[in-house]
């Protein structure tokens, strides 16, 4: 019994020491977020719009994160670099292209090329004939870290992108959002002159990018403040940023405008009631990054994407927590009379009827 006891003791010794010493990179910053939304309720309340999601494109592929839909086929990232194209019933398949790195976001250019928003490579160009061109790896003499998500405008001038973060690289988002550390940028690449300039920096963790009506601004995704930044590229507000949405029930990650009056948000998971609870509490949430370098994320499952109008207001709530939910859903792209989604985890991709996610 003596010797089961000074086991024990020894081994809680060993977790605190563990806890308190372990050496880690995350310096974290206090913060204070809003309390949470709720879910039981209100504009967020719990639903299962997106348990009837199904299943479209090819099967069996590892990470489909962005997505676009060209006629009748599908054009999407995966985790093993690959940039496929696949036929809605997902008979067909062709590899475009390997990256060698992790493709997340894609946009076709006016000209024809597939732009690719790599996490591990930078921003790059497929042209037609399959040959892959790097466009731009850092800013302002900062390499990039992260590349997220792009966006062009209708001109084909510039590219709109976003560097999650300069400081960790792909792979290390957890380690970035619990830090905290406003590393986190806006950025845009001229085309013509091959020039990349930094518009908005001190982004928590910048992802998902999507330009509005008229290329009048452009939406940044801030997935570790919760809210959605929004930068004037014209107008008397040219130059200037405000928050389109703020205090999300969730982590934002990739964001599309379905071209003409509705913006459509993918939120990886609900939010953390630990994670928010410890936000101002730097020496806590250094712990908790030690602890999760052994123990699984808490990470909930639940399926969960909303749709916004040209003011920020929510008008659909899309939800899943059931088991063998489609999720983390990280795309949501409108397409005629469909809903698209993509998953950084998922198998495949899916596909929900527009008129129900309205409903």
């Known amino acids: 019994m003596r010797a089961f006891l000074r086991f024990v003791l020894l081994l809680i010794v060993v977790i605190v020491a563990f806890l308190l010493l372990m050496p880690t990179k995350v310096q974290p910053v206090a913060w204070n977020p809003a309390p949470a939304p709720s879910l039981a309720g209100g504009v ?4 299962q719009k997106l348990e009837v999601v199904e299943r479209v494109g090819a099967a069996d592929i590892d990470g489909p994160e962005a997505l676009l839909l060209e006629g009748n086929e599908l054009i999407t990232g995966l985790h093993d670099g690959r940039v496929i194209r696949t036929s809605l019933d997902g008979k067909v398949t062709k590899v475009l292209t390997n990256t060698g790195g992790r493709p997340l976001g894609l946009a076709r250019h006016p000209n024809g090329l597939l732009v690719i928003a790599d996490g591990v490579k930078g921003l790059l160009s497929l042209d037609a004939q399959g040959r892959l061109t790097p466009l ?33 690289g792909y792979g290390k988002d957890g380690e970035a959002i619990i830090e905290h550390g406003g590393d986190g940028r806006l950025l845009r690449y001229d085309f013509q002159t091959g020039k990349t300039s930094l518009l908005l920096d001190k982004l928590e963790f910048a992802n998902g990018v999507t330009l509005g009506p008229d290329d ?22 040219a130059g200037t940023h405000d928050l389109f949405i703020d205090n999300l029930p969730g982590l934002p990650d990739n964001l599309a405008f379905n071209g003409h009056d509705r913006f459509w948000v993918a939120l990886y998971a609900p939010r953390n009631k630990l994670l928010d609870a410890t936000a101002p509490h730097p020496f806590i949430r250094k712990m908790i990054v030690r602890a999760l370098s052994v123990l699984p994320k808490p990470v909930e499952k639940r399926a969960f994407a909303l749709g916004l109008d040209l003011d920020g207001k929510v008008i659909a709530n899309l939800q899943d927590a059931s088991d063998g939910n489609y999720s983390p859903i990280t795309t949501v792209r409108e397409y005629g009379d469909w809903l698209y989604f993509g998953s950084l985890k998922a198998q495949h991709m899916a596909r929900l009827p527009l008129a129900k996610a309205l409903h």
Request: hydrophobic share 40%; no cysteine; proline share 3%.
């Open 44 to 47: 967020y309340a719990d639903n």
């Open 216 to 237: 009048a601004f452009v939406l940044v995704n801030e997935t570790g403040a919760y809210r959605i930044s929004r930068y004037w590229l014209t107008g008397p507000k």
């Open 136 to 168: 731009t790896t850092l800013a302002n003499g900062v390499p990039f870290g992260f590349i997220d998500d792009v966006a062009i405008d209708k001109s084909g001038h510039y590219a709109y992108f976003s560097d999650a973060t300069s400081r960790w």
